[in-house]
């Protein structure tokens, strides 16, 4: 996913997982119980996609307001970010499963605002309570499976949340698919989110809060009990005496740092080392959103319609490969980020996605061109209280296709002998709608027939397949790595907000961009930001494959100059240990 973390590990930290919860399967039950807080983010994600097509269906000032549509999908990450907050603020408190047990019952009751919202308003107040849900879960969730996990095994649990938020997006849109013929439709989509919320809750009720916060209040006999159910016996006191080291050396670095986070961000931009660490981190973070990633997830079926194809289904079916290719991608990554590292991953990731995107812009653009004209005698067929009156009063009527009536804010209706043959050009309204179907004709309204649909539809999966081993991943593992660890908290918190923010701005902006430039126009700018964040990437992150932190901050306090700049060769450990 976009917007999570995602811990890699390696095939034996695999194996010897499978061989540890085999033997003490509570700590799967650990894990998967906090996970589904992954899935929830994911579902969120990619719920919402097919939904808005139904959400304008319904409501017309939704379907003609470009800007209500970018607002619905967009209050959720609005919500998350200060979830996230309020978040960090609830895990210090109260622990990480009273947490995450909020987060269960704000996301529910935002699932059921949803599902029964009788205007698009409360539906943007039912996706900002969601988002503050998300927000707490995507944060509290891999931090409590990675403070009750064996030390051995923590990379591939934590992991497990990574492939649940993938599997969440993918499932999300096996649930609008499975909706798309029910009354109701979008409130189904929308409302089914509650169920794996109600679901987690159960389950945490019966679940110890995590070891490491318990040992750090002082219920020292609570962390033991619960360690003693994860770790063998003649472990046991081994992990409590690694807990207290961790624990007092925390306690140490909040007595030298501050205990303030203004005060602590204060000292992180002081450092220098941390100070190149946040260039790297903020720039990967940014870098993840602005290549368009989220318009692809958050409006999929919209793309797919943009492409030619008008029925809301199709336009579903097809969006489910871009989730699909987007969970493949996790797993390649797990398998490659070590062995080829993650510098070398991030810049061959935004190699593709710059190229698949120019091609995009490109098929998008002779789609334009090549749009179905406007025939006036199949406009007249209709009446002249169904055409679209732009047409009716344009000069240049004779010279209209599909894409300038789409302009218009009218909608094309196909010729009834063949797609691309010469339409019409009527109002958008639900009735005109009704009378263009009647007669078994197709009624498009974002996009027109195009003979690259599916062209497009296929480099949209590569385009998937380039981003989620490299760049869909890897910006997380660099923010974990990359920080002094006093400062890691604090590194990865700000890297983390400017994720979120530039997310924000991403699928606030998407439709009025393509409103404003056509979906050609909105890709050739993302695979320009991408260009430029390329550069950025080469200029201004070191590899940290292999690498000790201490190895890190040594590099990171020499100053990173790529190698074709004079910068030297980066040893990973092998390396170093070889020697």
């Known amino acids: 996913m976009v917007e999570g973390g995602v811990t ?20 799967m039950r650990l894990a998967f119980s906090a996970g589904i807080g992954g899935l929830l983010f994911g579902y969120d994600t990619g719920v919402i996609s097919g939904a808005l097509l139904y959400i304008r269906d319904d409501f017309e000032d939704v379907d003609k307001n470009t800007w209500m549509q970018e607002t619905i999908v967009s209050m959720a990450v609005a919500g998350a970010i200060i979830g996230a907050a309020f978040g960090g603020y609830m895990n210090d408190r109260w622990g990480r499963r009273v947490a995450i047990l909020g987060a269960d019952i704000v996301f529910f009751f935002g699932a059921i605002v949803m599902a029964v919202a009788p205007n698009p308003w409360v539906i943007i107040i039912g996706r900002i309570l969601v988002g503050l849900g998300v927000g707490m879960a995507s944060m509290t969730a891999p931090l409590y499976i990675s403070e009750a996990s064996p030390a051995r095994i923590r990379g591939a649990l934590v992991s497990t949340n990574g492939l649940l938020i993938t599997g969440g997006q993918f499932l999300s849109y096996l649930i609008n698919l499975a909706f798309t013929k029910a009354p109701g439709t979008w409130r189904w989509m929308l409302g089914v ?13 019966s679940l110890p809060e995590s ?22 016996a003649h472990e046991v006191e081994d992990e409590l005496n690694a807990l207290k080291l961790s624990v007092d050396a925390e306690k140490a670095d909040e007595a030298a740092l501050g205990e303030g986070m203004i005060t602590k961000v204060k000292g992180a931009l002081k450092n220098r080392v941390v100070r190149r660490g946040l260039y790297a981190g903020i720039t990967v973070q940014v870098a ?11 409006y999929a079926p919209t793309i797919v319609q943009f492409a030619g194809f008008a029925s809301n289904s199709v336009a579903l079916a097809l969006s489910l490969i871009t989730s699909g290719l987007n969970a493949v991608g996790s797993i390649v990554s797990m398998c490659f980020v070590d062995r080829y590292g993650r510098r070398r991953l991030m810049l061959v990731s935004m190699i593709g996605i710059i190229f698949f995107l120019v091609i995009l812009s490109v098929v998008f653009m002779e789609a334009s061109s090549h749009a179905p004209k406007i025939s006036g005698i199949e406009s007249a067929h209709f009446g002249s209280n169904s055409t679209c009156s732009a047409y009716l009063t344009a000069p240049d009527a004779p010279r209209w296709s599909c894409m300038t009536c789409l302009k218009a804010d009218c909608a094309f209706c196909a010729n009834a002998a063949s ?4 339409g019409a050009c009527l109002d958008s309204s639900k009735v005109v709608r009704g009378e ?14 195009s003979k690259f649909g599916f062209l497009a539809v296929i480099l949209l999966g590569l385009y998937i397949i380039s981003y989620s081993p490299g760049m869909g991943t890897v910006p997380w593992i660099v923010n974990s790595e990359i920080y002094p660890l006093r400062y890691r908290g604090v590194g990865g918190g700000i890297a983390a907000v400017a994720n979120w923010c530039s997310n924000l701005i991403v699928s606030e902006s998407y439709l009025s961009l393509t409103e404003a430039l056509g979906a050609g126009g909105t890709f050739f700018v993302f695979a320009g930001i991408s260009t430029i964040s390329l550069i950025f990437i080469y200029f201004l992150v070191p590899e940290t494959k292999g690498l000790q932190f201490e190895e890190v901050e040594k590099l990171l306090e020499d100053g990173y100059r790529p190698r074709l700049f004079g910068g030297k060769k980066e040893k990973s450990k092998d390396q170093v240990e070889s020697t």
């Open 193 to 205: 989110a509650g169920i794996p919320a109600l679901v987690q809750f159960v389950l945490m009720l």
């Open 8 to 27: 890699t590990a390696d095939k034996t930290e695999f194996t010897e997982c499978w061989k540890t919860v085999w033997k003490t399967p509570y700590i």
């Open 211 to 232: 070891p490491r916060w318990l040992y750090r209040k002082d219920r020292v006999d609570e962390a033991r009990a619960i360690l003693e159910k994860i770790y063998p």
């Open 288 to 298: 993840q959103q602005f290549v368009g990633i989220n318009t692809v997830m958050y």
């Open 436 to 449: 263009c179907r009647a007669e078994n004709r197709v009624f498009f309204e974002k996009g027109c027939p």
């Open 419 to 422: 797609e691309f043959h010469p």
